[in-house]
């Protein structure tokens, strides 16, 4: 199925010149190792609410070329979410509904919505909160292998990667819904699909579960459509998808942050709900700067300050030396400022 293009009334031609010397050497070295030798760029697309400024694909890519998003799903299922919020079926600050917690005496009863989306869950997930393997490529139940888990942290009080948080506050919303049917239907009918992102398949387990923490295929298209509605508030073509304040929400830094640095001294990037936060992270990029990121280098960033999306999808090197959308994003900007 083709791509219609829309929003976007203007476009650059795919694969190539933006118009923008500068822009287009920026974009030159994306597709080699300058900004990572252990990256390989698959993507790169540069667009504002009304145009597409650059787009450019390796061999054999394509605008309808859908790649694994990695954890760029969980900006993804946070944006469901927000949907679920505009229309009354969640409130974030309320306690998850998870079935296994609803037991009178289960302390985890108390971990609420908001808790999931700041990763701030308190749920054991073993050392390294991002190894779901099991659910991902083994065949287990988000139900048997995340929501039985147990408390080792108060609710709120520990920011802790973990995937299973995500799922289980899919899972949350799913208890909204009088139907499976129901909710299978509703990310398609509440979000994607109105916002043209037809070319976006969501992943289940095999008992109709959501793996919004990482299963998601999309295109680079697709992803920036999102990134325009976060511009636009929430916002398209004058109708509301995501509740009103939804980007100030996710945008906000949660209560418990994760570490300052890296164990090698490198900075990181604070957290909101279920998106990274550039804040104070790169002075040469803006304060309001969000990101969507996945493994292997995969990239939606957000400036609304300047009307602008990123993306860059990539299948880097695992273990290796990623690609540095930081770099990459603060020289778009100061191309496209030098316009």
Same mark, same amino acid.
């Given at each position: 199925m083709p791509d219609t *293009?829309?929003?976007?009334t203007d476009h650059a031609p795919v694969n190539g010149p933006s118009g923008n010397d500068r822009l287009d050497k920026v974009i030159d070295k994306a597709f080699t190792t300058q900004f990572g030798s252990d990256s390989r760029t698959s993507a790169v697309l540069i667009a504002t609410p009304t145009a597409i400024l650059a787009e450019r694909y390796k061999e054999g890519h394509s605008p309808v070329t859908a790649q694994r998003t990695w954890s760029v799903a969980k900006s993804i299922g946070a944006s469901v979410i927000g949907a679920a919020v505009e229309q009354g079926l969640i409130d974030v600050k309320a306690p998850a509904q998870i079935p296994q917690w609803q037991r009178l005496a289960d302390p985890r009863r108390a971990i609420t919505l908001e808790n999931l989306l700041h990763m701030a869950s308190g749920l054991d997930s073993n050392i390294a909160g991002n190894r779901t393997d099991r659910v991902y490529m083994g065949g287990g139940l988000m139900a048997d292998e995340a929501a039985t888990n147990?408390?080792?942290? /108060?609710? *709120?009080?520990?920011?802790?990667?973990?995937?299973?948080?995500?799922? #289980?506050? /899919?899972?949350a919303v799913r208890s909204a819904f009088e139907s499976e049917d129901a909710y299978l239907r509703f990310p398609f009918e509440a979000l994607l699909?109105?916002? *043209? /992102? &037809?070319?976006?398949? #969501?992943? &289940?387990? !095999?008992?109709?579960?959501?793996?919004?923490?990482?299963?998601? !295929? &999309?295109?680079a298209r697709d992803l920036a459509r999102l990134g325009v509605l976060h511009l636009q508030d929430g916002l398209w073509d004058g109708k509301r998808i995501l509740a009103k304040g939804w980007v100030d929400y996710i945008s906000t830094p949660a209560?418990?942050?994760p570490p300052l640095q890296n164990s090698d001294g490198s900075s990181r990037p604070g957290y909101g709900a279920q998106w990274w936060l550039l804040n104070a992270y790169d002075p040469a990029l803006p304060k309001d700067s969000i990101v969507a990121a996945g493994n292997r280098g995969q990239y939606l960033v957000v400036i609304p300050s300047l009307d602008l999306v990123i993306v860059r999808r990539g299948y880097d090197m695992v273990g290796g030396s990623g690609f540095s959308y930081v770099d990459f994003a603060s020289q778009i900007v100061a191309a496209l400022k030098e316009n």
């Open positions: *293009g829309l929003p976007w147990a408390l080792e942290a /108060m609710p *709120g009080m520990r920011w802790k990667y973990a995937n299973n948080d995500t799922m #289980l506050a /899919m899972r699909h109105p916002i *043209g /992102m &037809t070319h976006t398949r #969501l992943e &289940t387990d !095999w008992a109709g579960d959501f793996i919004m923490s990482s299963q998601v !295929w &999309t295109t209560p418990a942050q």
